[in-house]
């Protein structure tokens, strides 16, 4: 099955590229996001199968692939009110590597196999770049130079990870994931250590986490709203699949417990550098790439924390992708409103848009784990876990820094929503935006927050098949 | 022969660490192109034809002739042939390459298996500190560039070590070198050289807060 969805991907994708009709390109990419859909419904309701040999339909899959789904639909829709009123020289390309960038993290997502996901992630690189550099502008190249420079040299030191498992022992027949776990019992747990650093490092330049995490700052500032929002939601939980996998292949080894330390400190290093840098941030979707680097801190200290942290952490992240896309998409209006996405111009957006401020607002208690939001349930998790372990320096250390990124972003919005509207309001400048466009942001945001009063047992269920493998 | 072009290898490494003019560098990846293809050709023995002529023409085609190719064809256009002057000074280039060499023995010899030589493993680890020392070191696109380079051909020498239990691993190194210079070097003529003309990364830094 996976084969021909692969290949009808492809050819969708190409088909967009020279036949460069508008109504084409729409009815493609729709077509395709039909196909995406029926694929993941099989991937969920065939959990267990084996495709192709290197592509495993299990539980972490599925989660993240169904969550890729919803995302894309929403950011095509978006992405179509994005091109309204521009010029479409480039509607092409955007939409070639959209669904050049879909079928790649699809495939990384359910691929057994540690070469194949490497092959995939390169393949985002590849597609996400031509959507980065999208506008053209001077900061879009910046941005692209940066992305790719620094996501290849990423992508190498993951492959020498990878190596350095290979180098560890003649045990290994081959690199999937299974044979991974099967023979680290093995080898010498100083090739594991110096691999399992260079996968960190070489994927946390898509999961958006400290070191690497500039990358994924400037990609989402510079990139078309709709597609901040996938970067920040899909790519980032492929860079979290990715780490995640090699943590459970490796977790049977001796190394465990030092592989929590590091998640450890790169979850605090990732919090400190998001707190500071928020409270200097003056771009809105900087500001909320910076609010990704926070939570990705916070799911690395979930899992190296262990035990009940594993569950928070999926919880955590499947919260985040819904609530981060909302955000996103609505900034796509803010711009179209107040025509920046620079905070000192922004102002007065509640008086503009209404019902698009309500999703602000709304989003801003959800990001910010204030009840009712679901994530608040998770980020108790994690606390409960630090006082259960006695972590008590951690705790402080995290709480302290919680503060200031709840100061920070909460500041910057209030000032968006409230503050004195640079624009007049007579002003030809003032574009109104439909209430409708807002909807799948509210439907976000109400899944999100009623996961703080309801967790589905399908939810808990399949949260806890992803963390089957790890030890208690 | 295997450990004569390793250490030939070697003393390119040290070469590019205290060279300043950006033909040199080029030279010395066109150098280094032919030392890999070299080394491959000795160690692969065991590796199918299809594969060895793949291995081979990767190699000697598009690291030692197609990818220093382009880099000249790039100083041309940009006409920027020395480094940065606020790069770090030749002689500090060269006593951290020293410090990373002395590293890379004691790695080496703490990480020795049944793979390869201590003095393979040196070459290898040397030459992804050698391009980590350059990217950090240097201002210039140019030479950031060409410590990715470098990094790339650390990390096919790692590849070819493991080359004869799994040669999937080789041809996925080169996917990595034919990918990365493909779309970075694109992206580096065409697009950043005619923007930015003297391609210093403090024309870079506008993305900021």
């Known amino acids: 099955m996976i084969l021909y969805y692969f290949i009808i991907a492809v050819v969708l994708s190409l088909s967009v590229l020279f036949v460069k009709n508008k109504y084409y390109t729409i009815i493609a990419t729709s077509l395709f996001l039909l196909i995406q859909s029926l694929f993941t419904i099989y991937v969920v309701k065939n959990i267990g199968l084996v495709d192709l040999a290197y592509f495993s339909f299990d539980a972490l899959g599925a989660i993240f692939l169904t969550l890729l789904t919803v995302i894309s639909i929403a950011s095509f829709y978006h992405g179509l009110k994005y091109f309204r009123n521009r010029i479409t020289h480039r509607y092409f390309y955007y939409h070639a590597a959209f669904i050049g960038l879909i079928t790649s993290i699809t495939g990384a997502y359910l691929s057994n196999d540690a070469t194949l996901v490497w092959i995939l992630v390169e393949a985002t690189t590849l597609t996400v770049s031509v959507l980065i550099y999208h506008e053209k502008?001077?900061?879009?190249?910046?941005?692209?130079?940066?992305?790719?420079?620094?996501?290849?040299?990423?992508?190498?030191?993951?492959?020498?990870?990878?190596?350095?498992?290979?180098?560890?022992?003649?045990?290994?027949?081959?690199?999937?994931?299974?044979?991974?776990?099967?023979?680290?019992?093995?080898?010498?747990?100083?090739?594991?250590?110096?691999?399992?650093?260079?996968?960190?490092?070489?994927?946390?330049?898509?999961?958006?986490?400290?070191?690497?995490?500039?990358?994924?700052?400037?990609?989402?500032?510079?990139?078309?709203?709709?597609?901040?929002?996938?970067?920040?939601?899909?790519?980032?939980?492929?860079?979290?699949?990715?780490?995640?996998?090699?943590?459970?292949?490796?977790?049977?080894?001796?190394?465990?417990?030092?592989?929590?330390?590091?998640?450890?400190?790169?979850?605090?290093?990732?919090?400190?550098?998001?707190?500071?840098?928020?409270?200097?941030?003056?771009?809105?979707?900087?500001?909320?790439?910076?609010?990704?680097?926070?939570?990705?801190g916070l799911v690395a200290i979930a899992i190296g924390l262990g035990g009940q942290g594993y569950y928070a952490a999926i919880l955590l992240v499947i919260l985040h992708t819904l609530t981060k896309s909302s955000l996103f998409f609505q900034m796509g209006q803010v711009a179209r409103t107040l025509h920046t996405f620079k905070l000192d111009e922004c102002g007065g957006y509640m008086k503009r848009n209404p019902f698009g401020s309500g999703v602000l607002l709304l989003g801003m208690f959800v990001i910010l784990a204030i009840p009712p939001s679901g994530i608040f349930v998770a980020e108790y998790m994690i606390v409960k876990s630090m006082i259960t372990t006695h972590n008590w320096l951690l705790l402080t250390i995290v709480s302290l820094l919680l503060c200031f990124v709840i100061y920070a972003m909460s500041t910057r919005f209030m000032h968006i929503l409230f503050s004195k509207s640079r624009i007049e309001e007579s002003s030809p400048l003032v574009i109104k935006v439909s209430p409708w466009e807002s909807l799948t942001q509210y439907i976000f945001l109400l899944t999100v927050i009623s996961i703080c009063f309801y967790r589905p047992p399908f939810l808990t269920d399949i949260i806890s098949q992803c963390i089957a493998m790890l030890p208690k | 022969m295997l450990n004569f072009l390793l250490i030939a290898f070697a003393v390119t490494l040290v070469y590019i660490s205290s060279a300043e003019r950006f033909r040199t560098y080029a030279k010395l990846i066109a150098i280094q192109g032919v030392l890999i293809f070299t080394i491959a050709m000795v160690l692969l023995t065991e590796v199918n034809l299809g594969n060895l002529i793949f291995i081979a023409v990767e190699t000697l085609v598009f690291k030692a002739i197609l990818v220093p190719y382009f880099l000249f064809k790039v100083i041309s256009k940009t006409k920027v042939y020395r480094v940065h002057n606020k790069a770090l000074p030749s002689f500090y280039g060269l006593v951290l390459s020293l410090c990373a060499l002395i590293l890379s023995v004691y790695m080496a010899n703490v990480l020795h298996n049944e793979f390869g030589s201590i003095t393979f493993m040196t070459v290898c680890l040397f030459t992804l500190l050698v391009g980590i020392i350059l990217i950090v070191t240097h201002k210039l696109i140019f030479s950031h560039t060409i410590g990715f380079l470098v990094i790339e051909n650390g990390v096919f020498l790692l590849s070819v070590l493991i080359g004869t239990e799994m040669p999937l691993l080789i041809n996925i190194g080169i996917l990595l070198d034919v990918f990365v210079s493909v779309l970075i070097l694109t992206i580096f003529a065409n697009r950043i050289g005619s923007k930015f003309r003297d391609m210093g990364t403090e024309n870079l830094t506008t993305l900021k807060h």
């Open chain 1, 137 to 296: 502008t001077t900061y879009a190249l910046e941005a692209t130079w940066k992305y790719i420079f620094l996501c290849s040299i990423g992508i190498a030191f993951a492959y020498v990870g990878i190596l350095f498992i290979s180098l560890s022992g003649k045990g290994l027949s081959d690199l999937s994931f299974a044979s991974i776990a099967l023979s680290v019992t093995k080898v010498n747990p100083l090739y594991l250590k110096i691999a399992f650093v260079f996968v960190l490092i070489g994927y946390s330049t898509k999961m958006e986490l400290f070191p690497m995490h500039t990358v994924g700052i400037d990609a989402n500032s510079v990139s078309p709203t709709p597609i901040a929002a996938l970067i920040s939601t899909g790519l980032v939980n492929l860079g979290f699949l990715s780490i995640f996998r090699f943590y459970i292949a490796l977790s049977s080894s001796s190394i465990f417990e030092w592989m929590n330390r590091i998640f450890i400190l790169t979850g605090v290093l990732s919090l400190l550098v998001a707190a500071g840098y928020m409270l200097k941030a003056k771009h809105n979707k900087r500001m909320l790439a910076y609010s990704t680097l926070e939570n990705m």
